[in-house]
């Protein structure tokens, strides 16, 4: 029963591991994609969200839908990895776990804008690491006020 309770309370530290991993190697293969894999990847889902709002089909309205949902991409993934590094640093039960997890959001952030300028067709923004960030605050955020919820 001891070696039971044992797994059960390193639960959570694994799984929140094992997410932040994945994606962490998510980040590093999609930032690794040259320009043309990129844009084909991020157009799977502009069609969709093209047809679904049965969008016109012109250059402007295009471009548009492309950066909405590549920036929205950039953002969710980041808070997939605020959230988890949030729940992995409580479980080390760390004094301060919003430190560690800002601090491993932002180097995250700015490795990967800076592995894009190794693709061919790629570029570095601080405005994406800036949403990236973003991204990792609120997921971290919300898993912090899920765990205040669930203590009380």
Do not use: C
């Not at 997890?101 to 790629?122: F, H, K, Y």
């Not at 990792?136 to 919300?142: A, Y």
Request: hydrophobic share 55%; glycine share 6%.
């Amino acid at each position: 029963m001891k070696i039971l309770s044992r797994i059960k309370s390193k639960l959570p530290l694994i799984i929140s591991a094992a997410i932040v991993l994945a994606t962490l190697a998510a980040l590093f293969v999609f930032s690794g994609q040259d320009g043309e894999e990129s844009s084909a990847t991020s157009g799977v889902i502009v069609d969709f969200v093209m047809k679904l709002f049965n969008l016109p089909d012109d250059t402007g309205t295009l471009n548009t839908v492309t950066v909405v949902i590549r920036k929205l991409a950039h953002f969710a993934i980041f808070a997939i990895l605020g959230a988890s590094l949030y729940a992995f640093t409580s479980s080390l039960l760390l004094l301060r776990p919003y430190i560690s997890t800002l601090i491993v959001g932002l180097t995250a952030a700015i490795l990967n804008e800076l592995q894009q300028l190794t693709s061919a067709g790629r570029t570095a923004s601080p405005r994406d690491v800036a949403i990236d960030f973003a991204g990792v605050l609120v997921g971290s955020v919300v898993v912090w006020g899920i765990m205040r919820l669930i203590r009380r």
